[in-house]
């Protein structure tokens, strides 16, 4: 009994650990040397390349990924600055 105590525990820690640590960005060398999970698409209005990874970071962190890397940005319409 006492052992399934400990092992509760122990996953409940270490699942507060994780939460608490936001998703970090990759080099290019990092991301190439991992298998991508999964792929998104954030879509929205953004004035400088800095809001649009702090958006990808919030989805990653929010998908429960440990690191992202943003593959490319596109600029619909042409309606760029």
Do not use: C
């Amino acid at each position: 009994m006492k052992l399934k105590n400990t092992l509760l525990a122990s996953a409940l820690l270490s699942a507060t650990a994780f939460s608490v640590n936001a998703a970090t960005e990759l080099t290019p060398e990092q991301a190439a040397a991992v298998k991508p999970f999964d792929r998104v698409v954030v879509t929205g209005r953004f004035n400088a390349i800095g809001e649009a990874v702090k958006a990808v970071s919030r989805r990653a962190d929010k998908e429960g990924a440990a690191s992202f890397y943003v593959v490319d940005t596109s600029d619909f319409g042409n309606s760029g600055n």
